[in-house]
Every structure is written in structure tokens, then in C-alpha cells.
């Protein structure tokens, strides 16, 4: 309800409302979204309306639950989980909705529509002619000064339907699902804070496509098979510079206190220092697994703080984001804010100078009882990636136990 009346001003605008019209809800079921991009391109998505106050969103084994809904006239407001992104649409029919995607906080807009009685995520109109199952050596954005990166795409497929994801050397782009139509591979996936959608031509052993992320960002990638491919080492990425053997910082709570690592509550303890944002997939991931940690193996020498780097336009807002993931999750351990306004990574950088730059969001920073950088972890590879997400784990655990023990 704490958006009700941005909600109510967004309806106005969008709007005519009828006082005659008697409230409508949306009937339970199966429904197909669609979220119109570029070039005539659609971002799918099922989700299934399960009561009126209640609805689940599909991607893969991902089941997203949202139970911020209200209703007015013959409009909806979804606010979706965690993020701040919300889908405000007129109900057409009680099973037909036609709206927007709204993210506020970087001033993005897409059309939105959906159907019931879907719950297909893509139509095919061939068999697949090619199976994707394996591992792909991607460039996105090849050749392009400045932009062209490496990742791992991991996929399988059983008849139609492909499953899976790409992993980069910042993270990984989550849960994707599609299908093999003929020789097209069709991926998407919407997360509540991303909306992705994968095209390419596939060939035995190549592949040729598009990635679109909503309706303002569109690059190429190409693939080839490669069982042995490999990224580089997420812990040698990100890292001190010369002369550096540790990190510092203070920045404040939601409380308005200031936060140091200088302060008696870090002295003499494992610390693990989570740099996020509460806008980030690959982050609430992570924070996910950090806080089931955190409460189980709460101890005297171990201790979690996190810098949150906030699109918010303002302090206010930025703490309560922030807040309001901790309560979602159960964040038992400090997040401190620590830049808001912009994620912009050269500002993140300059807050944190000791560091050669903030890849990406998330990192993570390994630090011993006698203060002391042991490792810096960029990026998280999530639970969309399967053996790598279960291989962080063990791997995570192990060195936490590691660094206790001395």
C-alpha cells in the first residue's frame, strides 16, 4: 500500500476513470505477458494470478511471488518484489490487461499487455532443427571499442523447450527460458528490476543473435561451441592497488550513524564486505545466500557490511530501498549507504579508491583479523548457473573457515 498514491497519480494520467465502472479484478489462472521492444520484438513472460491480492511470476525453475497488489476502477497496480519497478494496467475484460512497465528510478517506460489462458511462454511454428545443450564461448558486442565482453552461455534443451543462462565476468543474466523454433533460439526472462530477451540463428555449431534488455539497450552476440571454455578468474579481476594492504571506509547506517571499519565492532574479526545495490538481480542473489549464512553462523570473529551504491535520487529514499530489502530477505547485518543518486561504477570507484576499479556489482571483499585484503571476489554467479553457484558456495565456506581458524 505504500505506493498507492503514486499508483493513484499514474492511473490519472493514464486513465479516464469511469465512477460508474465497478471495481474489476483479475481472475485467477494462467497468463502470457508481453512487453513490446525494438525492431517489432516482444519481451515474454508467464505469470499465474492465484487470488485476487496474490500472483506468481515463471522463469524456469524461478517462481517470483508478488503480493503488493491494488486495485482501483478498472485499474491495477503490481509493485513488484524487493525492487521498485512496478506494471500499472487497465483491465480490459478481467483477463486482458494493457498498461506500462515503470521503472522510476531510471526513467524507463515500456508498454505491457497481457493475455489469459496462456501459458505457453513463446509460440513455435517448426520443429527445432538445432539442439542448443552444452557450453558456448560468447562475445557480445564484438569488435566494438569499449564494449565487447566474454561469456559462458550454458544451456539445455529437451525437445522444444531450452533452459539456462550466460554467465560474464561480472555476474550472470539469471533465469532464462525459451524454445528452439526451427533454427531460432528465443530466450527471455523478467525479474521484476530487468526484462532480457535473447534471438539468434543457430547453426551445429555456431550461433547469431541479438540481445535486447527492455526497450533501450540492444546488442549483437556470437557463439561457438566450446565444452573447455573458460572466464577468467573472478578473484583476480577486481584487486588493491600498489601500496595497499587493506581497505577503509565510513559511510552511514539507516540510522544516520556513521560506519567505520575502524570502529571496535570490526577489530579482531573476519569481516566480508558486500559492495550491491538494492536495484541488482545478481546482488539479491547473493544477498539471499550472505543473510542464510550470516544467521546460521553468527559468531564473535565474523562479520558482514555491505555498501549499497542506490539509483535513489535522494538519501530518504535510498535508505528506505534499502530497508525495505532487508525486511524482504531477512538482512540481519549492517548496509550502509554508500552513494546515491547514480551506480555509476567510476563514482562507486572513487568512494573506494584503494581498490583498481569496481567491476561490477556485486563484489565481495575478504578481509582477516588483522585487517587485512586475503581476497576479492568479483561478480556472483547465482543459482541460475547451477554447478558454478553450488561450486561458490563450497568454495565461499571453505575459506571463511579458513581465515576463522587463524
Request: proline content about 4%.
Amino acid at each position: 500500500m505504500r505506493y498507492f498514491i503514486s499508483f493513484m497519480l499514474v492511473a490519472t494520467l493514464l486513465y479516464s476513470c469511469n465512477n460508474e465502472l465497478k471495481n474489476r479484478a483479475l481472475e485467477p489462472g494462467s497468463y502470457r505477458a508481453w512487453l513490446p521492444i525494438q525492431e517489432a520484438q516482444s519481451i515474454p513472460f508467464v505469470f499465474e494470478v492465484v487470488a485476487k491480492n496474490k500472483l506468481k511470476i515463471f522463469n524456469a525453475e524461478e517462481v517470483i511471488e508478488v503480493t503488493e497488489i491494488v486495485y482501483e476502477n478498472d485499474s491495477v497496480y503490481i509493485n513488484l518484489p524487493v525492487f521498485e519497478d512496478y506494471i500499472v494496467a487497465k483491465i480490459k475484460n478481467e483477463e486482458s490487461l494493457n498498461g506500462y512497465y515503470v521503472s522510476p528510478d531510471r526513467n524507463r517506460k515500456v508498454p505491457f499487455r497481457a493475455e489469459g489462458h496462456l501459458n505457453n511462454r513463446f509460440d513455435t511454428s517448426t520443429q527445432p532443427a538445432q539442439d542448443v545443450s552444452g557450453i558456448w564461448e560468447t562475445t557480445f558486442s564484438k569488435n566494438v571499442v569499449g564494449e565487447e565482453y566474454m561469456a559462458k552461455g550454458i544451456f539445455e534443451q529437451k525437445g522444444s523447450n531450452v533452459t539456462g543462462t550466460f554467465r560474464t565476468t561480472t555476474g550472470d543474466y539469471r533465469y532464462l527460458e525459451g524454445v528452439m523454433d526451427g533454427d531460432t533460439m528465443k530466450l527471455s526472462t523478467f525479474d521484476g528490476a530487468h526484462a532480457f530477451l535473447f534471438t539468434a540463428k543457430v547453426t551445429d555449431s555456431t550461433m547469431n543473435g541479438t540481445f535486447y534488455s527492455g526497450n533501450h539497450w540492444e546488442e549483437p552476440f556470437v557463439a561457438k561451441r566450446n565444452p573447455k571454455f573458460k572466464l577468467p578468474n573472478a578473484n583476480a579481476l577486481t584487486f588493491l592497488k600498489e601500496g595497499f594492504s587493506g581497505i577503509d571506509f565510513t559511510f552511514p547506517n539507516s540510522s544516520n550513524e556513521l560506519v567505520s571499519l575502524k570502529d571496535d565492532a570490526f577489530k579482531n574479526k573476519v569481516i566480508v564486505v558486500q559492495i550491491m545495490g538494492t536495484w541488482c538481480p545478481n546482488c539479491l542473489d547473493e544477498s539471499k545466500y550472505y543473510a542464510e549464512f550470516y544467521k546460521t553462523n553468527k559468531s564473535e570473529d565474523l562479520e558482514f557490511i555491505a555498501l549499497a551504491f542506490e539509483y535513489a535520487k535522494d538519501k530518504e529514499t535510498a535508505f528506505s530501498r534499502i530497508d525495505r530489502l532487508k525486511s524482504k530477505i531477512g538482512i540481519e547485518y549492517p548496509i550502509l549507504l554508500a552513494q546515491y543518486g547514480t551506480s555509476d561504477k567510476v563514482k562507486a570507484q572513487e568512494k573506494l579508491p584503494m581498490l583498481n576499479h569496481v567491476l561490477s556489482y556485486p563484489t565481495t571483499i575478504f578481509i582477516d583479523k588483522k585487517g587485512k585484503v586475503r581476497k576479492i571476489h568479483t561478480g556472483f554467479n547465482g543459482p541460475a548457473t547451477g554447478s558454478k553457484y553450488l561450486e561458490f558456495k563450497e568454495d565461499f565456506e571453505s575459506f571463511i573457515s579458513e581465515l576463522r581458524a587463524e
